[in-house]
């Protein structure tokens, strides 16, 4: 909880605060982008990491719901969003995006922090935690674990690197609709929000806030096989916790089974009629986050 010194008003609770971080990277700097909710001062942080095509605003309502008792940080992962994109194609890779968080952590200016990830968000909290001395205390991995099927990154590589453009932003509705299916029944306001954080205006109608070239280290090397890091989550000695989305393709069942059972030994909890992956927008996904963060001895 917020120290006994740090009264937090409501306006730190609802508004987010909009930051920048200078990162290094194998071929120079870049800029990552950050939005900060909560009470700058409370040293319970929790950082939110969002999928491979997605950004940090997917944690809006999870954020607002969580401001009260932590300082929540979602980054723009390089390359998506408001974040600078790379020059050199093949550095959008997990050991920069490692790297850039642990800039963002020392940033922070804590000890250590909470980590909630998304399917690409979680790959990298999962290679962060097994770090010796990693500052991550808590792990949330959101439907993804140490076991990926190339049927699913096949399935996300075909629409990963697409440029389109949209005549209005209704239309770029109906796109986002068409390739997310997986997420389940949103309401219409929750497939707008997921729709205008993902697109930027241009002079011709809208496109989306990533760069194309996340595509190419798809192309230069095409998954034929699984990708396993077993050794990766074996080294993970946090409390964990689990999101599956029931009907996945990326985190299949027999994997959460491993997961129960060696590591970590995660907990699970499975969102019924959700693939991949859940996205934490409506309140009993909010809630299941919330309850593990918040249970005692959480802090």
């Known amino acids: 909880m917020v120290g006994d010194d740090v009264e937090l008003d409501d306006e730190a ?3 987010p605060r909009e930051r920048r971080v200078q990162c290094m990277g194998p071929h120079g700097l870049h800029q990552m982008a950050y939005l900060e909710w909560g009470h700058p001062a409370n040293p319970n942080v929790l950082v939110c990491v969002h999928g491979l095509t997605r950004n940090g605003r997917d944690f809006d309502f999870l954020a607002r719901y969580l401001a009260p008792h932590y300082r929540v940080v979602c980054p723009d992962v390089v390359g998506r969003g408001q974040s600078d994109w790379l020059p050199v194609k093949a550095d959008y890779a997990i050991p920069t995006y490692v790297a850039d968080m642990v800039t963002l952590i020392a940033r922070l200016d804590v000890p ?3 980590w909630l990830g998304t399917s690409m968000g979680g790959l990298i909290g999962m290679v962060l935690a097994s770090l010796p001395g990693s500052p991550i205390q808590r792990l949330i991995l959101n439907d993804v674990g140490p076991m990926v099927t190339a049927a699913s990154i096949a399935r996300i590589a075909e629409y990963v690197g697409q ?5 209005t932003l209704e239309e770029a509705e109906a796109y986002v609709r068409a390739v997310s299916v997986p997420f389940g029944d949103l309401t219409h306001a ?8 993902a697109v930027k205006p241009v002079e011709e109608g809208f496109r989306f806030r990533y760069d194309p ?9 095409p998954l034929v096989e699984d990708v396993s890091l077993w050794d990766v989550y074996d080294r993970i000695t946090c409390p964990t916790l689990v ?3 029931a ?5 299949l069942p027999e994997t959460v089974t ?3 059972r060696r590591g970590p030994r995660a907990s699970l909890v499975e969102i019924p009629r959700v693939g991949h992956a859940p996205m934490l927008l409506d309140d009993d996904q909010i809630r299941t986050v919330a309850d593990y963060l918040l249970s005692p001895g959480s802090k």
């Not at 009907?247 to 985190?251: T, V």
């Open 190 to 197: 929750q497939w707008r929000h997921l729709t205008d954080s």
């Open 163 to 167: 440029d389109p453009l949209f005549a």
């Open 258 to 260: 491993e997961m129960v």
């Open 112 to 114: 250590s922090v909470h």
């Open 213 to 221: 070239g996340l595509a190419e280290p798809f192309r230069k090397s």
């Open 243 to 245: 999101v599956r989305g």
């Open 13 to 15: 609770a609802v508004i």
């Open 247 to 251: 009907e996945s393709d990326l985190l």
